[in-house]
T-cell receptor
Framework: NAGVTQTPKFQVLKTGQSMTLQCAQD?????MSWYRQDPGMGLRLIHY???????DQGEVPNGYNVSRSTTEDFPLRLLSAAPSQTSVYFC?????????????FGSGTRLTVV | ELKVEQNPLFLSMQEGKNYTIYCNYS?????LYWYRQDPGKSLESLFV?????AVKQEGRLMASLDTKARLSTLHITAAVHDLSATYFC???????????FGAGTRLTVKP
């Protein structure tokens, strides 16, 4: 079981470039989420999904898009990168009934926008 | 708007001592999570508290939840160096997978 796999682990972008952060899980989890972690601010929810074809906005969705075409994959797209999007991004997943066991997090993607 | 406040944000303690980390939140929720994060690593689930009065213990850590006071505590007993990490509490807003995190408590346990 690979759990939650995020790629890439590190990325440097120029302002205005676009890119997709990949997240895949092999646990058949219905719930998937994207967070960003900035120093001193904990984690903030960007977007989440409760199942294939269903997504919703979290606390800080601006500048990001998501889609959920399969149960396994939940990519995060940066439309036009800005320095304010420099952060560490985490993907997390859980079963619908397994929220009682907490969420499983990926290893993170460290993104720098210059 | 939901606010999740942890205190202290930084905690330096000696091995063998006891201490408590507090997590206050500003709206109704009965799902509260505690996570641990080591430097440069991902988050590890420690406890999930799902009802008022819930108490869970694992080793030297014990977590509790008071939904009426909107307060959760993480108590550390006889701290050891291996507990050094950042601890986050998180509240599931509206029990709807919209999880909001506190800023984290960076714990350092010194010999």
């Amino acid at each position: 079981n690979a759990g939650v796999t995020q790629t890439p682990k590190f990325q440097v972008l120029k302002t205005g470039q676009s890119m997709t952060l990949q997240c895949a899980q092999d646990m058949n989890h219905e719930y998937m989420s994207w967070y960003r972690q900035d120093p001193g601010m904990g984690l903030r929810l960007i977007h989440y999904s409760v199942g294939a074809g269903i997504t919703d906005q979290g606390e800080v969705p601006n500048g990001y898009n998501v889609s959920r075409s399969t149960t396994e994959d939940f990519p995060l797209r940066l439309l036009s990168a800005a320095p304010s999007q420099t952060s560490v991004y985490f993907c997390a997943s859980s079963t619908r009934t397994g929220v009682a066991y907490g969420y499983t997090f990926g290893s993170g993607t460290r993104l720098t926008v210059v | 708007e939901l606010k999740v406040e942890q205190n202290p944000l930084f905690l330096s303690m000696q091995e063998g001592k006891n201490y408590t980390i507090y997590c206050n939140y500003s709206t109704t929720s009965d799902r509260l999570y505690w996570y641990r994060q080591d430097p440069g690593k991902s988050l590890e689930s420690l406890f999930v508290l799902l009802s008022n009065g819930a108490v869970k213990q694992e080793g030297r850590l014990m977590a509790s939840l008071d939904t009426k006071a909107r307060l959760s505590t993480l108590h550390i007993t006889a701290a050891v160096h291996d507990l050094s990490a950042t601890y986050f509490c998180a509240v599931d807003l509206y029990n709807n997978n919209d999880m909001r995190f506190g800023a984290g408590t960076r714990l350092t346990v010194k010999p």
